[in-house]
């Protein structure tokens, strides 16, 4: 035993946890009673209002009920035993509890006139409503119900939520004489109208009804997200404190020769994004920046510009893309760009042979090459620059954090420029890439044919394949896009039945490929380079054609069940065609029933990626980027940092006024927050530049 309010640091010391429970709670991180208080619910059940029996079965989810015992049914069928017990509620109301177990789990316990609590998903049949029960208290004669919100905790198979929420609520008073300091200074904690740690600590692991627990909620969420963006902006600090990059000084008239050795002239868009990237190369703080642009918007170009201002003062540039393909068409678009200017480039790629590595390593380390383009293969060991000066990274995203730090490692502070054809709101972007400054190129080169987007009801889907044929009779290639591979995922169109139907019915006499995810890298790539010859006339895929392959034949791109995916996906995916000077068009199919025309409707009035995101950010809300932003981003354990945008975008503020204030964080209202940082490992992995 304990005295009340003693700290205890191991949670052996805690109450109802042996040895073997301890060494259960350390395999889920659990390591001493500060850090089970910190082990937060990941929701509730909320057993405070049963439903009467004539409403039960309404909400498709949970449903409590109370009632007695008017009859029982057992029985056992292979091993399995089958327990269903009638129920009268207080309202007078009949409904079926049902057990279905082993071990005499239910069976036999149950008799007429007992009062029951239970919960479960409830089906209604001719007779009734059937509650399935997940969970069950058997009440005294007179006893009032008084049920309880049940917080459940992420579990592991021999430590079930149930215990742990046991032993939280036996031991609550000494865990809370265990807690941390409070990283959110009272000030702050007071200007956001939070409770005190320890009622917030109280109210979600012990609360009274659901909103106490997501109020207490986000004081922890906010608590964690202060620390993240208090740890990207000190990196950011220290970044910009060390002055040990080369400045790279552009000569006066460099933008007048970049633009002369161009056979057009520059977009605004890309003259801006030039001049934010020179002015920040030009500085003796590496450059940090994420240069956004739409598929087609010339990045390249903007790329080049700045491998062009690190030769001309001696330093070599690295760019990095996700595939082989890619790599390829960087290294095609940005050898004619680099060569008015003497500056010359090697491949560095994993299919390469020994010998053509060897040579381009060899260049690359004497510094006579000034350029390597490549795959992760540049991350290898032995891939060594001179000097190297500048990091391209394109499709961020698809790297780790890890990754980007090893290819900065190979030069001394190097200039990094993320790119990235996947427009993510502006504000979205600004707010969770801390560490990030942000150039956007939102202008089409002129002289393009827009893509022409229609949307259209699945009951036509012949006359869009008419379409394709006479498209494809003019010399072109097509892309058909479904969103599942096999059949049975639900009503969505599977690639390989269409596939099968379209090669067997509707195009029997047209080269048709199949590509999807679990095709093996060998043969998506041997397909997709067949596409690229143009050996096939139509590819049938998934959606894992690479954003920004380049295939300016192809001009037809058909999405199948073009409802399943957000606005975003759509215009990335209709970037794949309209490449060229021929005209393109995107036909999207939607199920005659799917009510979708209104949101797809958007995509036919408007190419301009960032509208795009920014009517899906609005239409289905943060989620939406989910994956393009959070990999790239921090990691949080509690918040979501696209969900909870908002709260992480209020911390962010607060965190740049603390810094600001107080950049070693020694007030001591800043003790709590300082010790955070030093404990989260989180915050250490967190921000691009890492
Ligand atoms: P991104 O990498 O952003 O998808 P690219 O750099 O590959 O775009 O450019 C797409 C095409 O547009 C290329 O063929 C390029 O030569 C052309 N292009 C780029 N900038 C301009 C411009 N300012 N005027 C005309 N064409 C341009
Ligand atoms: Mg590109």
């Not at 205890?8 to 395999?27: D, F, I, Y």
């Not at 963006?229 to 933008?255: I, K, W, Y």
């Not at 390597?372 to 540049?378: C, D, F, I, P, S």
């Not at 921090?634 to 709260?647: K, N, P």
């Amino acid at each position: 035993m304990i005295a009340a309010n003693a700290a205890p640091e191991n949670v052996a010391q805690l109450r109802g946890v042996g040895p073997k429970t301890a060494a259960l709670l350390t395999e889920l991180g659990i390591d001493g009673a500060a850090a089970l208080l910190d082990y937060l619910p990941f929701r509730y059940d909320d057993l405070r209002f049963p439903t009467p029996a004539a409403r039960l079965g309404e909400t498709g989810g949970e449903e409590n009920a109370v009632g007695r015992i008017t009859g029982v049914k057992e029985r056992r069928v292979r091993g399995l035993e089958i327990v269903e017990v009638r129920m009268v509620d207080d309202a007078g109301g009949t409904f079926v509890a049902k057990w279905i177990g082993r071990n005499r789990y239910a069976y036999g316990r149950f008799r007429d006139g007992m009062r029951l609590f239970v919960r479960g998903r409830v089906e209604r049949n001719l007779t009734g409503p059937i509650l399935s029960v997940s969970h069950y208290e058997q009440l005294g004669e007179n006893e009032p119900y008084r049920g309880e919100m049940v917080p459940v905790y992420r579990a592991s198979k021999d430590l079930p939520s149930r215990k742990i929420a046991a032993i939280v609520k036996k031991n609550l008073p000494e865990l809370l004489a265990a807690a941390r300091a409070d990283a959110l200074p009272p000030a702050l904690a007071a200007a956001r109208e939070y409770q005190s740690l320890e009622d917030s600590y109280r109210a979600v692991h012990a609360p009274r009804a659901p909103e106490e627990a997501g109020r207490a909620r986000e004081r922890f969420v906010f608590a964690e997200f202060l620390a993240l963006a208090t740890a990207a902006q000190l990196r950011r600090r220290e970044r910009e404190r060390d002055h040990d990059a080369r400045a790279l000084r552009p000569q006066p008239d460099l933008l007048a020769r970049f633009e002369g050795s161009l056979p057009f002239a520059l977009t605004g868009a890309q003259r801006r994004a030039i001049l934010e990237l020179w002015h920040d190369m030009s500085r003796e703080i590496p450059m940090n920046r994420l240069l956004q642009g739409d598929v087609g918007s010339g990045k390249t170009l903007v790329a080049a510009a700045a491998i062009v201002l690190a030769a001309g003062n001696g330093m070599q540039s690295a760019l990095m893309a996700p595939t082989e393909l890619l790599a390829w068409q960087h290294a095609g678009k940005l050898a004619p760009l680099l060569v008015p200017f003497g500056v010359t480039l090697e491949a560095i790629l994993g299919s390469q042979g020994a010998r053509s590595r060897t040579a381009a390593v060899e260049k690359l380390a004497s510094g006579e090459a000034s350029v390597a383009v490549g795959t992760h293969a540049l991350l290898t060991q032995g891939v060594d620059f001179e000097r190297l000066g500048l990091v391209v990274i394109d499709e961020q995203h698809r790297f780790g954090v890890e990754q980007r730090a090893r290819l900065r490692a190979k030069g001394i502070s190097p200039h990094t420029l993320h790119m990235t054809a996947t427009p993510i709101p502006r504000t979205l972007a600004q707010s969770v890439y801390a560490d990030l400054d942000l150039s956007v190129v939102d202008e089409l080169p002129p002289g393009r044919t827009p893509i022409e987007t229609f949307a259209v009801r699945t009951s036509r889907l012949s006359r869009v394949y008419e379409f394709v044929r006479k498209n494809v009779a003019a010399g072109h290639q097509a892309y058909i896009v479904a969103p599942a591979i096999d059949e049975g995922d639900g009503m969505l169109t599977s690639v390989v039945a269409e596939a099968e139907r379209l090669r067997g019915e509707v195009f029997p006499d047209l080269r048709l490929g199949l590509l999807h995810g679990r095709l093996s890298p060998r043969e998506k790539e041997e397909i997709m380079d067949r596409f690229v010859r143009g050996e096939l006339d139509m590819l049938v895929s998934t959606t894992v054609v690479e954003v920004g392959v380049d295939v300016p034949n192809a001009t037809t791109m058909v999405v199948l069940d073009a409802h399943h995916y957000g606005l975003a996906q759509l215009h990335q995916l209709r970037g794949r065609v309209g490449r060229a000077a021929a005209k393109s068009y995107c036909v999207l199919v939607y199920p005659d029933d799917a009510g979708e025309r209104e949101r797809l409707e958007i995509l036919t009035q408007t190419t301009d990626g960032f509208k795009i995101a920014d009517e899906d950010l609005r239409l289905r809300g943060p989620g939406q980027f989910a994956g393009t932003v959070q990999s790239g981003a921090a990691e949080a354990r509690l918040g979501d940092l696209v969900q909870d945008v908002d709260v992480y975008r209020a911390a962010k503020l607060a965190a740049e006024r603390i810094v600001k204030d107080d950049p070693a964080l020694t007030r001591p209202e800043h003790a709590g927050l300082r010790a955070a940082l030093e404990s989260t490992p989180s915050t250490r992995a967190l921000v691009l530049s890492s």
